[in-house]
């Protein structure tokens, strides 16, 4: 007999979202192994921001997931648009530049709303997003659609109650546990993992093994194998553990490579943060208000239209951009009219600040001269508007080579303050193929037996770019799918 009916790998979002769910489908012995011990648990998952993007058609939807949200955010209805799937379906296309599996998509957005339903049941408590998705101006909160709630606590509370959810469903978790290959009979059937611990080497057997273990954002051989120049000097935003282990175990047993093995998730981070993830900081190095400033690089160029779209539509391609300026570092500038949009994030850091723009570029370990033509060169490229940080206003630079495209003001209201960033990797887009009961597809195009896959190692979702919240969603709609058949398999 088996050890486990369902063995699942890692302790993350996508990892636990599994193991409740095969024990809700009646699995009767589930473990979970997870490679870092009990006091670094939960993967990215801890370290996120807890927004789920997913679809709805009323903003009357939400309340059954934060029935209190009225204590919260008095009139919080007011504010929040529908968001239909062919709405989350034109974002993921349009940031994915159509790259995004057709199959998958359907997936992860047509049982999304059910999903987040299905998590609330199992004890995972949502609350308004505030400090991410609204933006305040005056007595209106606008909030950004698809992505306006989040677990309760972000990411620590969500692998918290992923941990509480389990232990209630006697899920067993063994920790500072690596999986470290995939065992099979003779006939290709995974009957389970060899794995490492405390005392060393081992095997557990089980009827069906369920691999959540996360890319390979913290190993910076694959970043320079699969990445390139410069990843491999990446920051980490997460954990140190996603090493894509869960990668080479299913790789080497044949499946089926999918999606942008050389594509990451990657956003503006504080330029003095750890190398990796701070279990306390968390997501708070971000930096994600540069639609608001200017952003330039230490040649003292703007690289990027700020303005291009909301911050949650660009935020995910923008840190591997900086990155790849010279330095890996870059400046974002902003003048006091604009200070009271800047994220609350932004007090973990020191910005630069001055009463003047040429002040505040003496400053900068930067090109001075050129710095203070672009900015004035910028000023001067500002067209007459009405600035509505709530919609893409139109409010545009003329005649610049790169435009701003929205939100575009003059640099003119002392104080100045310059935010010093980088671009601090989240998790890899290459993962492995699955079909629509998340089982690992093999090389040959066949399901490997005993096989499933969720969360970050699913490959063909995102490309290049990615729409903010939809990591954890995918984790959870996948991992659901992937306990489920894994508990009848
Ligand atoms: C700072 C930050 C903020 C983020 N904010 C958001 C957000 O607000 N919304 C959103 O949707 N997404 C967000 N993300 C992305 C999101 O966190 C990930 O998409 C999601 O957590 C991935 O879930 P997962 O379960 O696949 O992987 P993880 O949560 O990373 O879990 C992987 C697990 O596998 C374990 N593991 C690795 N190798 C092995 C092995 N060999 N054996 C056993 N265990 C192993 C790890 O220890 C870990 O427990 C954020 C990420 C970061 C880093």
């Known amino acids: 007999m088996a050890d486990y009916d369902v063995v699942v790998v890692g302790a993350g979002n996508a990892a636990m979202a599994a193991a409740v769910s095969a024990r809700e489908q009646g699995a009767g012995r589930v473990a979970v192994l997870e490679k870092a011990p009990r006091e670094l648990r939960g993967g990215n998952t801890h370290y996120s921001g807890g927004l789920l993007r997913f679809a709805y058609d009323r903003a009357e939807d939400l309340l059954p997931l934060v029935p209190n949200v009225d204590e919260q955010v008095p009139g919080f209805l007011a ?13 993921l296309e349009r940031v994915t530049e159509g790259h995004s599996d057709p199959e998958l998509a359907e997936i992860l957005i047509g049982r999304s709303y059910d999903t987040v339903r299905w998590m609330a049941a199992q004890g995972i408590a949502m609350e308004a997003a505030v400090s991410l998705s609204a933006v305040r101006v005056g007595n209106t909160v606008k ?4 992505a306006v709630i989040r677990a ?9 109650m992923w941990f ?8 067993e978790i063994r920790y500072g546990t690596s999986a470290v290959r995939l065992l099979q009979d003779a006939r290709g059937r995974v009957t389970g993992v060899g794995v490492r611990d405390g005392d060393g080497f081992g095997e557990i057997s089980a009827k069906a093994v369920v691999l959540g273990c996360g890319g390979f954002e913290a190993n910076p051989e694959w970043r320079a194998r699969y990445l390139g120049r410069p990843w491999d000097h ?4 997460g954990t140190r553990y996603n090493t894509g282990d869960g990668l080479r175990m299913a790789l080497e047993i044949g499946a089926l490579p999918c999606g942008q093995w050389t594509g990451c998730h990657s956003t503006p981070i504080d330029a003095e943060a750890p190398p990796h993830g701070d279990r306390k900081l968390t997501d708070k190095t971000n930096r994600l208000s ?11 160029r703007r690289f990027f239209d700020e303005g291009e779209d909301f911050w949650a539509y660009t935020y995910a391609k923008l840190g591997g951009i900086i990155l790849n300026q010279a330095r890996g570092v870059a400046y974002q500038i902003f003048d006091d009219k604009v200070v009271g949009l800047l994220e609350g994030r932004y007090a973990t850091g020191k910005p630069a600040t001055a009463d003047s723009l040429a002040a505040l570029v003496a400053q900068l370990p930067v090109d001075r001269a050129r710095l203070l033509e672009t900015l004035e060169g910028y000023n001067a490229a500002v067209a007459p ?10 409010l545009a630079t003329r005649g610049l080579a790169l435009p701003k495209s929205n939100w575009a003001q003059r640099l003119d209201t002392p104080p100045f303050t310059a935010w010093p960033v980088t671009g601090g990797i989240t998790f890899t887009f290459g993962g492995v193929r699955v079909n629509d009961r998340a089982q690992v597809q093999s090389t040959s195009w066949t399901s490997i037996a005993g096989l499933y896959a969720c969360g970050e190692m699913v490959g063909g979702l995102f490309h ?3 729409p903010g919240g939809t990591g954890l969603m995918s984790g959870a709609v996948f991992g659901r799918i992937a306990g489920a058949n894994a508990a009848g398999a």
């Open 79 to 91: 504010g929040v648009e529908p968001y239909p799937q062919k709405r989350f379906h034109a974002d």
């Open 143 to 146: 909030w950004s659609p698809g």
């Open 152 to 160: 309760r606590h972000e990411g620590v509370g969500l692998s918290a």
């Open 164 to 171: 509480q959810s389990a232990q209630e469903r006697d899920v």
């Open 234 to 237: 990446a920051k980490v935003r």
């Open 290 to 300: 540069y639609p608001f400033g200017v952003l330039v690089d230490v040649g003292g």
């Open 385 to 394: 508007g009405a600035f509505d940080p709530t919609v893409r206003d139109g």
């Open 464 to 466: 290049g770019n990615y």
